[in-house]
């Protein structure tokens, strides 16, 4: 097959970390725009990604693109496109859709419109007059923003924040795609101590050993695409193969957590033990006022409590206070904090070097990045480029 365009659908404010991912894994043919990034590759570029990218929400496979003013012109150019080349005769295909500032609003509308284009299509190819969809999930998202009508298939299924390894839920839980793009974002690398004082279940110390161990996170999981007949089982095969190959599993880390709260470490030992990185880090029952890291030149990578979701906004700021006071004492460490409070950096004490708004879910945060010294250059490993 021909190369092919796919989507890396991506959290608002993550789309130059998900862009790196996908220059790390050699798609250099990229275009980076809101929400999304664009980018080149073949069948096996499908199973890479999916198993690789830490950051993105989804893969998603682009079909076609084009102006859409009516209805008509809509069906059309729908049916245009080379569907039965990726879509089998006995595969379901459900169609979502959204409109955005389009003069076709009405999605409901759109999805219909795009389905009966698609079975015309269909009966061209396979001779047939009805699809009883009782195969592989072909989910098809009809995007129509400005008149400008995107058609992709998701090729992922479940989204990709799902690693399998959290199957246990927590109060406020941190996606697993943020918590990895914060590490990245922070420049950690393997020989650092990482410590996350308000660790919950234990997401942000997970991905950080994945990323340590240069583990795929998708490794083991499946995705929908792994049921297409049109993506030979061996590009699946290849794919895991490389994966497994590169993984460090023998990596030294040094990765801690704590929390106040028994009940969330309990789950975060459980994830860890899920996810198969327990070894590589320690959780321990500690208040933010008795961290005394006994490490040099460590990071603090965090999302302490933001006031707006979970107790009260004056105990939150006391908090913050404290998180000043015993992080500022820290003084060869770095800290990385993901806050939602406009008033954090009065609050905490400190400005910070540099800023970067992120959502956790739909809530507006920002990431407050403070950097430490360096250490003496025969303690640094090779960094890589950051965003």
């Known amino acids: 097959m021909s190369r092919i365009t796919l989507i890396a659908t991506a959290t608002f ?67 245009a496109l080379p569907w039965p080349d990726w879509i089998p005769e006995d595969a379901a295909f459900p169609v979502s859709g959204k409109s955005v500032k389009s003069q076709l609003f009405s999605v409901s509308d759109c999805q219909a419109i795009v389905k009966k284009a698609i079975v015309e299509k269909m009966k061209q190819k396979y001779k047939r007059d009805w699809f009883e969809e009782t195969g592989a999930g072909y989910s098809i998202e009809v995007a129509l923003l400005k008149d400008m009508a995107t058609l992709t298939i998701d090729t992922s299924g479940v989204g990709l924040h799902k690693r399998g390894y959290r199957k246990l839920g927590s109060q406020a839980p941190l996606k697993e795609t943020l918590a990895a793009a914060m590490v990245l974002l922070s420049r950690w690398s393997p ?83 899920q996810a198969g990185v327990a070894e590589k880090m320690v959780f321990k029952r500690l208040p933010v006022a008795d961290i005394h890291p006994r490490d040099q030149y460590g990071y603090i990578i965090c999302n302490p409590p933001y006031g707006e979701r979970i107790g009260d906004r004056k105990q939150v700021e006391r908090l913050y206070r404290e998180m000043g006071r015993v992080f500022r004492s820290l003084d060869s460490w770095s800290y990385y904090i993901l806050a939602a409070h406009p008033g954090f950096e009065r609050i905490f004490g400190q400005k910070s070097n540099r800023k970067r708004k992120l959502y956790n879910g739909r809530l507006q945060c920002n990431f407050y990045q403070y950097y430490g010294p360096r250490p003496p250059r025969k303690m640094v490993p090779e960094e890589k480029t950051t965003v």
């Open 191 to 273: 020989g650092r101590p990482l410590l996350d004082p308000f660790c919950g279940s234990g997401t942000i110390p997970i991905e950080a050993a994945l990323i340590g161990m240069n583990r795929a996170p998708g490794l083991n999981r499946d995705f929908a695409a792994e049921k297409w007949p049109v993506i030979a089982s061996r590009f699946w095969h290849e794919a895991r193969e490389e994966a497994r190959e590169l993984a460090h599993h023998t990596e030294p880390l040094h990765i801690s957590g704590s929390d106040q709260d028994n009940k969330v470490l309990s789950l975060a030992h459980y994830h860890a033990r």
């Open 13 to 79: 404010g993550l789309e130059a970390v998900v862009a790196r991912e996908l220059r790390e894994l050699g798609y250099e043919d990229q275009m980076v725009e809101n929400g999304k990034v664009t980018f080149a590759g073949d069948e096996g570029a499908i199973c890479r990604t999916n198993l690789w990218l830490r950051t993105a929400d989804r893969v998603l496979l682009k079909m076609g693109e084009f102006e859409a003013l009516t209805f008509d012109e809509l069906f059309e150019k729908t049916k």
